[in-house]
């Protein structure tokens, strides 16, 4: 069946630091792809999506491309602050449903 | 415009009971979706429901029901509780079914404890 996985965490990194979390997907047909993020104490926001290959989704600083020949969509920061302190979801919705798929989740730190 | 809101925000229930969890849409939504959240996993696809009507169910028993309200408010019912149940419950509600099109908003979950 239709499966995500992402990078292990936790991962700790420094202020101003570059990001990058990584994301591979299993699925049947043409899913769309998201990124989650859940901050401290608050519930899941959906913070980029992508819908079909190639195609480049963006927030806040953050992007992932939706890679249809490597199945990957990797989360990526140029410059991290401690605010960006959450844990991430990597997910996907199967192109015939709209249910959503969800990865383990990736925790990150920043430390200032 | 008031986001998804979800009630109890904690319950702990002992083995063999029933629980409701309950949750009120977004304003202007008519799909809620529910999931279950165990401690350093990802959220799990439980069921969703389309204008009181079930649309799409995940890999869960059927002692895992739910209901939708005319005012598309949805309950989730869990019969004879075990241990693995213990698990924040989140609902996501969204204006359809169409997939990526119709984002789906989230609550900030009921924290359930099974003893």
């Known amino acids: 069946g239709d499966s995500v996985t992402q990078m292990e965490g936790p991962v700790t990194l420094s202020e101003e630091a570059f990001l990058t979390i990584n994301c591979t997907y299993t699925?049947?047909?043409?899913?769309?792809l998201f990124w989650y993020v859940q901050y401290p104490g608050e519930g899941l926001q959906l913070l980029l999506k992508a819908t079909k290959a190639d195609d480049k989704g963006s927030n806040k600083g953050f992007e992932a491309t939706y890679r249809k020949e490597t199945t990957s969509f990797h989360l990526e920061k140029g410059s991290v602050q401690v605010s960006d302190s959450a844990v991430y979801f990597c997910?996907?919705?199967?192109?015939?449903?709209?249910?959503?798929?969800f990865g383990s989740g990736t925790r990150l730190s920043i430390r200032p | 415009e008031t986001g998804v809101t979800q009630s109890p925000t904690h319950l702990i229930k002992t083995r063999g009971q029933q629980v409701t969890l309950r949750c009120s849409s977004q304003s202007g939504h008519n799909t809620v979706s529910w999931y279950q959240q165990a401690l350093g996993q990802g959220p799990q696809f439980i069921f969703q429901y389309y204008r009181e009507e079930e649309n799409g169910r995940g890999n869960f028993p059927p002692r895992f029901s739910g209901l939708q309200f005319p005012n598309y408010s949805s309950e989730l019912n869990v019969n004879a509780l075990e241990l693995d149940d213990s698990a924040l419950y989140l609902c996501?509600?969204?204006?359809?079914?169409?997939?990526?099109?119709?984002?789906?908003?989230f609550g900030p979950g009921t924290r359930l404890t099974v003893l």
């Open positions: 997910a996907l919705s199967p192109s015939s449903a709209s249910k959503i798929i």
């Open positions: 996501a509600s969204s204006r359809g079914i169409a997939g990526a099109q119709d984002e789906q908003f």
């Open positions: 699925a049947t047909g043409y899913p769309s």
